[in-house]
């Protein structure tokens, strides 16, 4: 090797020629002579390797070294016990080893530089030790290059080194900080069982090979940051005892993470996969980063466990994005994320919460997590879905979807593909499986069927086409506070029947309100009756669709109660609400309606005997003249108007003949009794109010058993 520029040391200059501008041999001369070793003669070259002693320090940089040449350097520094070369400090920086350079099991007790160094040949270190610092940046391996079971116990350095052929390290050691930033391995590199005690870069560095990691252990921060991998890049079984950076590294074949352990942050944020991933049963112990990483092919996670937070924020997924029986013990984030061609993605276990807020499904899915809270605001669906939970609270505000979309609570664990039940343990100190949906805000309902979820607590106002929700098993809603209350001086009672969350809210917001109405959460928002009123009559609708009469009948009573309370109907309106909720609870309480009928008739009773029954009955009388000649007689026949009663009217025979004509007057018919003035205006309000409290409570009971 040769350049215009002299290097910065005494060099030898054997061959130079200056017409030429041609510096010659820029070995640097041994110390006493004008030449390199390698261009001293036999008897001078005989007497420097003679003075060496094994651990002596050496300085041959830009020299060049025959396989002879190194081999007798070597025999001189080789200890006669051990029978191994034992070299101080080593200055080979810009050295050329035309041939093999063979230091295997050779001692470097100090510095170790090869710093640009070229290595024709193969290059062997194996079982090398570097007691102090090793630097071979920018060293180039034209051959193999093998440090397998070396041990580097102070810092290593191979940034900007090229090994064009094999690169064995497997079984090495590197006890301190190592950097491999922007070394390109243009063939396959083998780290297999490495343990990086210090922290280690791989940042920028270019494996054109294979790259095997296979039960490595990272002791201390890996970084691989815009690292790629051209080839497959195999990790599997590795062990990453703190954090773990791949952020912008490109994986173009496959890249195979299976059963590795990531005790510290895994980071892994702008990675490009372009063929298959593979992280199955690998543990993510401090937390796992993969944002706007894309996987343009298949991604696997089954049985990875993911002990801290797992953020996918933005990631793309081109292929089938797997997750069967992958555990998450904190929170999973997938906000903004792309699944592109997801087919299924789970059964998987979250003991946090699942946010897929902002991402986007392209393809058929079916999602099945066992969680304690789905996020899917804003989620986008441009296919058929369905979401199977457990344990969950699911949050759909704003979510889009343009076909058929199942969300579904599974009533067992669920099942692998291998007959296995997903494992639940974490689980068991918590609420039941059930799954509460929590708003529905923003939704067009047109293609949504919920099955067996708790709407107790979804919030409903802002829903499109809710008439349109289809209901299946057993979809529960809230209920009315039970009992009894006070509200100052007066009882109040309500009536048991379905109730949204945001009627609780509002009812408990008002002045005065009674407990047992649910306060607002945090961000639910404030909805009154002018609201709810038409939410109401949607849900109505949709209950009616789905042929069950009995709970429309809930919603009606609704719908009416938040138009009795709404602030834009008229006075006169309200009155008229007011009294059909008083007498029959809007035709839907039979009871109620039965008992205003009751005291109707016992009203009507009371005053009938009071003042509506005669003394007496008045009995006829014939009166008429006999024509003195005979002849035909003429009789003409009278009765006493009804007397008013007088003195004891509560008696037995009364109250019959005032029961007789209430109970006549409820199917709106005449008793024929004779009653007095007062009496007949009492049986006419009898017959008008009575038999429409009766059709109330035969119109509530109807509605009650109607299909």
């Known amino acids: ?39 001293l003669g036999d008897p001078e070259r005989g007497a420097y390797l003679a003075r060496l002693t094994p651990g002596a320090d050496i300085n041959h940089r830009g020299t060049p070294f025959t396989r002879s040449l190194l081999d007798a350097l070597l025999a001189a520094l080789r200890d006669p016990v051990t029978g191994r070369p034992q070299l101080g400090v080593v200055r080979f920086e810009s050295a050329i080893f035309e041939s093999d350079a063979r230091f295997e099991s050779a001692t470097f007790k100090g510095y170790a530089g090869f710093r640009s160094a070229i290595f024709e040949g193969g290059a062997w270190f194996r079982s090398a030790t570097f007691e102090g610092g090793a630097e071979f940046d920018s060293a180039t391996f034209q051959g193999s290059a093998n440090f397998e079971s070396a041990t580097f116990q102070r810092y290593a350095g191979f940034e900007s080194t090229t090994f064009q052929g094999y690169a064995g390290f497997a079984s090495a050691a590197f006890q301190s900080t190592s950097s491999f930033d922007s070394a390109a391995f243009q063939s396959n590199a083998n780290f297999e069982s490495v343990t990086f005690q210090g922290n280690v870069g791989f940042r920028s560095a270019t494996f054109e090979g294979g790259a095997w990691f296979n039960a490595a252990i990272f002791e201390n921060r890996a970084r691989f940051d815009s690292a790629t ?201 918590g609420p039941g499986p059930e799954v509460r949906l929590a708003s529905l805000r923003g939704v067009d309902a047109a293609h949504l069927v919920l099955s067996d979820v708790d709407l107790s607590e979804c919030l409903f106002v802002g829903t499109v086409h809710l008439d349109q929700l289809r209901l299946e098993g057993a979809c529960a809603f809230d209920t009315a506070p039970p009992a009894v209350h006070w509200r100052r001086w007066r009882p109040v009672r309500f009536t048991t029947r379905r109730v949204l969350a945001e009627e609780h809210h509002w009812r408990a917001s008002r002045p005065g309100a009674v407990r047992g109405w649910n306060v607002a959460v945090l961000g639910a928002g404030r909805a009154g009756p002018l609201q709810l009123a038409p939410v109401y009559r949607a849900l109505r609708k949709a209950f009616e669709d789905g042929k069950h009469e009995p709970g429309a009948a809930d919603f009606y009573y609704g719908e009416m109660e938040m138009r009795r309370h709404a602030d834009d109907i008229p006075r006169s309106e309200r009155g008229l609400l007011t009294a059909y909720w008083a007498l029959s609870g809007y035709g839907l309480r039979a009871s109620r309606a039965l008992a205003w009928l009751g005291a109707a008739m016992l009203l009507t009773i009371v005053l009938l005997m009071a003042f509506g029954l005669a003394k007496d009955t008045p009995k006829q009388i014939a009166t008429g003249t006999v024509p003195a000649g005979g002849g035909k007689v003429t009789f003409e026949i009278d009765k006493d108007d009804p007397q008013n009663p007088t003195g004891d009217r509560f008696t037995g025979e009364r109250f019959e003949k005032a029961l007789n004509v209430t109970l006549n007057s409820v199917v709106f018919r005449s008793s024929g009794q004779d009653l007095t003035t007062a009496g007949t205006y009492i049986e006419m309000t009898s017959r008008l109010t009575e038999p429409v409290l009766l059709g109330l409570a035969v119109l509530a009971i109807r509605n009650r058993v109607k299909r």
């Open 229 to 429: 991998f051209q080839s497959s890049a195999v990790f599997q079984s590795g062990i990453f005892q703190s954090s773990a950076g791949f952020e912008s590294a490109t994986f173009q074949s496959g890249a195979r993470f299976g059963s590795v352990t990531f005790q510290g942050y895994a980071r892994l944020n702008s990675v490009t996969f372009e063929n298959s991933a593979w992280f199955g049963w690998a543990t993510f112990e401090g937390g796992a980063g993969f944002e706007s990483a894309t996987f343009e092919d298949d991604a696997g996670f089954v049985s990875a466990i993911f002990k801290s937070s797992a953020r996918f924020v933005s990631a793309i997924f081109k292929g089938v994005a797997r997750f069967e029986s992958a555990i998450f013990e904190c929170n999973a984030c997938f906000e903004s994320a792309t699944f592109e061609r997801a087919v299924s993605v789970g059964p998987s276990v979250c003991t946090g919460r699942v946010q897929l807020s902002g991402a986007v499904f392209g393809g058929p899915v079916t999602l099945s997590f066992a969680t304690r809270r789905l996020e899917c605001r804003r989620t986008r669906w441009s296919s058929t879905a369905e979401v199977r939970l457990r344990y969950a609270t699911v949050d759909f505000a704003h979510a889009v979807f343009e076909y058929p979309l199942t969300i579904a609570a599974e009533p067992d664990p669920f099942m692998l593909t291998d007959g296995r039940q997903v494992i639940e343990d974490l689980f068991a100190s």
């Open 1 to 39: 090797m040769s350049t215009s520029e002299p290097p910065l040391w005494p060099h030898c200059a054997h061959g130079a020629d200056l017409a030429a501008n041609h510096i010659g041999c820029r070995g640097i001369q041994v110390p006493g002579h004008t030449a390199c070793l390698a261009h």
